[in-house]
């Protein structure tokens, strides 16, 4: 697996100007009350680079006189106390386990790092994303320029640029190593959606569907969720980030499950939505059914060099003729285009990137103008969501109802990572009849 991380940094090398540096921080721990934390999250693109998961690390790539080397800052051996919060890497580890050239402690930034920057031209650094970590730059920055002015063994670097741009384009394209993790990802959350619609009853609670979900999660080793868990039955469907998820499923319902876990880093995103008693109504099978086909068609569509534009436009386009036949807009589909009317129903993107964050590469749009290539990996979910209002027939109103699946561009087309989650209502409806 090091091999990986040895890759991305020899691609980031030959991207940096002569006499540069590369400096990312990993995240900084959260605090959730008095003297504990939230759960560690290790920022993604530290995380892409060095597979290392402790706070209070530093990690540069430098290329000076044509060398390139990498430094690490990480905590010193055991700084947290052992006895309370168990052992961390240390300096002498860290040049075996993360394959670099040089391992400081945190606290020696202060007094190695403006000599590792001195006479560089270019430091890529991404300014805004920590404050303190902004602030540690800046001084560094600052000590240099301050020296410089009576001493010529000192130089500040002039230019600052960011290194994101570079990062989030290579981390689009997803090497076989991070495929075979999402695809893993998406395997479990699979489980967790199968024994969520089994369980899946009048009167429970949409939390008890959440606990079939994390339980299935934990015990296959996925010990974070990508995001927060979404169970929203009856009108709580239609509210796309419900995260409450403390409301009793009534007979005749529509559940909204929208969940996925972690592998290694790696994220899944999946949605399906179920009758809570396991039959569908009528109105509600007539719009799973359009759901389904704008699915489909968005399956067939995504492929290597063809603009999303395209595929949101057709997508639409069926969206828009489907609810029309049902008699819930009026107009031709031209006007109906032009007037943007589909995002009274459908008011979310059509995808997103997936990968080391469930929106992934938030630096590099995913819309309309993004051509696909190969290795790319998404999150495709059509949804319609009706409000309740007057105009629209009584039958059809509070039904939202997603379907998401994960996908990677292959080089002829795409292939489905939850292909083996059962997603048409006659399947679904044969699962609920099962035993539990
Ligand atoms: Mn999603």
Redesign the pocket.
Known sequence: MYQEYLNRRKKLFAQMAPESATLIFAAAENNKNFDYNFQYRQDKNFFYFTGFNEPQALFILIKRHNNNQCIIFNQKKNTNNKQWFGSNLGQKSALKKLYVNYSYTWNDIENRLYLILNYLHVVYYAIGLNEKYDKIFFLTLEKLRLKSKKNKKFCAPKRILDWRLFVYKMRLIKSKQEIYFIQKACDISILAHIRAIKFCQPKRYEYELVAEIHHEFLRNGCLTNSYNTIVGSGENSCILHYTKNNKKMKNGELVLI?AGCEYCNYTS?I?RTIPVNGIFLKEQRIIYHIVLDMLNLALKLFKPNIKIKIINIQVIQLLLSKLKSIGLINGTINQLMHTKIYKKFFMHRLC?WIGLS?HDCEYMPCNDNTILKPGMTL?V?PGIYIPKNNNIPFLYRGIGIRI?ENIVITSKGNKIFTQNLIKTPNEIEKLMRKPI
Do not use: I, K, N, Q
Request: no cysteine.
């Open positions: 929208d995103d949605t997103h469930v999150a979910e998401e």
